[in-house]
């Protein structure tokens, strides 16, 4: 992160479970996390069913009670604000779009989402989940609403899996449009830029 101070929301998984899988890579994030360059904030109790007992719980505090994106929104601008955050990963949207039955009120919360990340003035990052393949992709409204939208997949190629990423859209930036194979590796993820996958 270059010496900036990054925010993690998890909505899928606790944050120690989330460090646990970050442990094969290259990275301090104990280290970062007691320099207080790198937050979590777990936000897993909003993918279940709107109730009662869901809380939002930042890895360096008290429980906020949450039930709904706008909880959560002031939970990260107060974060945002005391920590000076410079960037926000968010894990994935998926767990939050699932709370929505109705589509009308989907989009209108993710729309209020993310307006409120572009409002903060941090880069952020937001995984979400798809189940598709190269030619059959559907509409999806936060791909809409980003400046960048990259897709990792996973093909079959050949009797093998081939892993590659592909730059479907980044605003205002020049960018490879061809899908290009990738690997994770001790530092991370490492992209052949040279390589074309078939």
Known sequence: MLGETGLYVTLDEHPDAVKKNLQSYDW???GMEKKGKLLFVDASGLRKAKSQENSLVPSFGSPFDVT????????????VEGESIQRIALDPVTSLMLRYAEELTKRRATVAFFDALADSGCTSLITSELKTSLMDRRFQLEEFLSHGVVLLHSLFH???????VQ??????ISHDTQIRPYQFGSTGIEIFPRDKVF
Request: glycine share 8%; charged share 40%.
């Open 28 to 30: 301090d994030i104990d």
């Open 68 to 79: 709904d994106f706008s909880e959560l929104l002031k939970t990260i601008n107060k974060i």
């Open 167 to 172: 730059i479907e859209k980044m605003r205002g």
């Open 158 to 164: 050949e009797g093998n899996i081939v892993r590659a």
